[in-house]
Each structure stands twice: as C-alpha cells, then as structure tokens.
C-alpha cells in the first residue's frame, strides 16, 4: 500500500500534529513499511491455529469465598481524624 507524504500530512492535520517536512517523509516510508508487513501476515495460512486470548496458559489465583463477620464499626472508625455516629467525615469535594 502506498503512504504518500500527504496522507501522512493529513493525518498529522487531523490529529494536531505538526510535522517538519523530513518527519513526514520519514514516516510515510515507516507506514508504508508497517501496511506491507501487515500484508504479508495477512497472507499466512492460521486454518489450522486455534484461537487464543493469551500465549501464556494463565490461572487466577482466587480465595475460597467464605462468609465472614464483619468488623465493629467502633473498631473501624477507632483511628479515623473525623468520625460522626458510625460515619468517616471527609471534605467536602465539588
């Protein structure tokens, strides 16, 4: 696919960039050189590749999830700066 220096210059327009005139032949070649490699992937056969979301066989390590008491609030708010009733104060934020 062919990336001409105004492709890349409208690009740039679009996305508020302002490129010298060698940064804009520079990367008209580099876009260029990435579109024909994506091409070349696009031409390798994967019928027989099955899909996957991670390289990496990957296991969360979860807990048992168990009922448990929860905390007094009395404990909770023990070293709370502000407290009101069973409440944390904090400022006020607009």
Request: glycine fraction near 4%; hydrophobic fraction near 40%; aromatic fraction near 4%.
């Amino acid at each position: 696919m062919q990336i001409t220096k105004d492709t890349v210059k409208y690009v740039a327009a679009l996305a508020r960039i302002e490129l010298k005139e060698e940064e804009l032949a520079r990367l008209s070649g580099q876009l260029e050189g990435i579109l024909n490699f994506i091409d070349k992937l696009k031409e390798a056969d994967v019928s027989q590749v099955s899909p996957t979301s991670h390289i990496l066989t990957v296991n969360n390590v979860l807990r048992k999830d168990e009922l448990k008491t929860s905390l007094k609030p009395e404990k909770v708010l023990n070293n709370a700066p502000h407290k009101e009733g069973t409440s944390f104060v904090v400022p006020k934020v607009i």
